[in-house]
Antibody, heavy 120, light 110 residues
Framework: EVQLVESGGGLVQPGRSLRLSCAAS????????MHWVRQAPGKGLEWVSGISWNSGSIGYADSVKGRFTISRDNAKNSLYLQMNSLRAEDTALYYC?????????????WGQGTLVTVSS | EIVLTQSPGTLSLSPGERATLSCRAS???????LAWYQQKPGQAPRLLIYGASSRATGIPDRFSGSGSGTDFTLTISRLEPEDFAVYYCQQYGSSPRGYTFGQGTKLEIK
């Protein structure tokens, strides 16, 4: 069974940093691209960042480019999101999501999310 | 960036009825990279349809997807009580590169 478990969320002041983690199990982690998708309270879904299986291809939404860094450790079956210079508009539930097979560019499994609240 | 516009914003139907949800793109989208998700309150999204028309693992056959170019449709043939939720379409584009979601359609019980 595929499992994705996020951690690292919490309350943080504007301008500060936070690092999210996602522990993956139930599939061959280093075969798949992985992503972070967020959802602000009461709002829709927004893709944040994605990373290929070997970290050779990385992408970011314009809203986080230059502030967030995605990475992965295939030996630990883990995905990370380093978030710097946080803003109030980064407040959201952050989901870790696995990309589908054959670079399908969809998200076939999701974690339950970790909540990030940016507020003074 | 490709913008996806879903309509209607809210759809009120009764169990047993047929639901038709629309997703329109601001420019042509590859059918290979158009997906639909269902999200229930307090839950993570669930992949329903990928490649515009292929059902994901475990998805009942009352769910179907169709369309190409800029117009895509998710159809639920006969609504079950558990189908009332928010539905999102999502695309991947290589130029400009990135992933975008529609704003969602809320399917509510009439």
């Amino acid at each position: 069974e595929v499992q994705l478990v996020e951690s690292g969320g919490g309350l943080v002041q504007p301008g500060r940093s936070l690092r999210l983690s996602c522990a993956a199990s139930g599939f061959t982690f280093d075969d798949y691209a992985m992503h972070w998708v967020r959802q602000a309270p009461g709002k829709g879904l927004e893709w944040v960042s994605g990373i290929s299986w070997n970290s050779g291809s990385i992408g970011y939404a314009d809203s986080v480019k230059g502030r967030f860094t995605i990475s992965r450790d295939n030996a630990k079956n883990s995905l990370y999101l380093q978030m710097n210079s946080l803003r109030a508009e980064d407040t959201a539930l952050y989901y870790c999501a696995k990309e589908g097979a054959d670079s399908s560019r969809d998200f076939d499994y999701w974690g339950q999310g970790t909540l990030v609240t940016v507020s003074s | 960036e490709i913008v996806l516009t879903q309509s209607p914003g809210t759809l009120s139907l009764s169990p047993g009825e047929r639901a038709t949800l629309s997703c329109r793109a601001s420019q042509s989208v590859s059918s290979s990279y158009l997906a639909w998700y269902q999200q229930k309150p307090g839950q993570a999204p669930r992949l329903l349809i990928y490649g515009a028309s292929s059902r994901a693992t475990g998805i009942p056959d009352r769910f179907s997807g169709s369309g190409s170019g800029t117009d895509f449709t998710l159809t639920i043939s006969r609504l079950e009580p558990e189908d009332f939720a928010v539905y999102y379409c999502q695309q991947y584009g290589s130029s400009p590169r990135g992933y975008t979601f529609g704003q969602g359609t809320k399917l509510e019980i009439k």
